[in-house]
């Protein structure tokens, strides 16, 4: 059984940029969690897509957007990148209905922003 | 809102001495409460989590955490450490349905020495 797949594993951009970040749920769930961890800190929360609208939202700007697609995957978007922006980048999936709150992470993106 | 603080950002036991995590959430509807493992340069593993019945609750490799309402804590136990326990661990809470994004505290790092 897959669990939560992330690509690329590491990222290196430079200011002003933009990036793709994409993620492949556990098999079976259809939600997908976004969650920005920085350097020494907690996790995030971005953002929660399900049936491909975003669900809920964080406190992020607006440069960062997301899509999921109709096999549940789905794909974090951030502009104009700024240094702030470097962090692990963590993907969760769940099932939505009794167990959405059981959320199974990915291992992540590292993004550095230069 | 929901939040939790977690008391001590290091913690140092030795191998086979108890190990005790600390943390206090708040919310305002009746939480779902987690613990999360994280290791070097990877995602958040999910050790147990607390959503209704037993307050006291079982997880992998030895640990367990107690629901105390009227403490407002979710506290981290396990009666022997390992060397290979060392690593960070963040406590979690979330609501469910559209609420379930989960809000992490700012970690603890979990040293054991010999």
């Known amino acids: 059984d897959a669990g939560v797949t992330q690509s690329p594993t590491h990222l290196i951009k430079t200011r002003g940029q933009q990036v793709t970040l994409r993620c492949s749920p556990k098999?079976?769930?259809?939600?997908v969690s976004w969650y920005q961890q920085a350097l020494g800190q907690g996790p995030q929360f971005i953002f929660q897509?399900?049936?491909?609208?975003?669900?809920q939202r964080g406190n992020f700007p607006d440069r960062f957007s997301g899509h999921q697609f109709p096999n549940y995957s789905s794909e974090l978007n951030v502009n104009a990148l700024l240094l702030g922006d470097s962090a692990l980048y963590l993907c969760a999936s769940s099932l939505s209905g009794g167990l959405v709150y059981e959320q199974y992470f990915g291992p992540g993106t590292r993004l550095t922003v230069t | 809102a929901q939040s939790v603080t977690q008391l001590g950002s290091h913690v140092s036991v030795s191998e086979g001495a108890l190990v005790l995590l600390r943390c206090n959430y708040s919310?305002?509807?009746?939480?779902?409460l987690f613990w999360y493992v994280q290791y070097p340069n990877q995602g958040l593993q999910l050790l147990l989590k607390y959503t209704t019945g037993a307050t006291l609750v079982k997880g992998i490799n030895g640990f367990e955490a107690e629901f105390k309402k009227s403490e407002t804590s979710f506290h981290l136990t396990k009666p022997s450490a390992h060397m290979s326990d060392a690593a960070e661990y963040f406590c979690a809470v979330s609501g469910t349905g559209t609420a379930s994004k989960l809000t992490f505290g700012t970690g603890t790092r979990l040293q054991v020495t010999l």
């Open positions: 897509y399900y049936e491909e609208e975003e669900r």
């Open positions: 098999s079976g769930h259809d939600t």
């Open positions: 919310s305002s509807v009746p939480p779902y």
